[in-house]
């Protein structure tokens, strides 16, 4: 069996959370596949990754803010 290499972009940004790009440490796996990131309607759902802005809701190429961040 052949495994897939991960692509190593977040999927709502498309940021590289590689090794040297300074999100590969909090960086969050997405289990989902490509077919149910797509239905998600995720931006790059390509990416088998969430970068750690993403996550929290604070990356600046997000269309939404955080109710959080805005408390």
Do not use: H
């Amino acid at each position: 069996m052949i495994a897939k290499k991960s692509v190593q972009i977040c999927n709502e940004c498309g940021k590289s959370v590689a090794l040297g790009s300074g999100r590969f440490v909090n960086r969050v796996v997405d289990l989902n596949d490509t077919a149910t990131r797509k239905e998600m309607g995720k931006p790059f759902p390509n990416g088998d990754y969430i970068c750690w802005e993403c996550d929290a809701e604070i990356c600046d190429k997000l269309d939404y803010p955080s109710e959080e961040v805005m408390l």
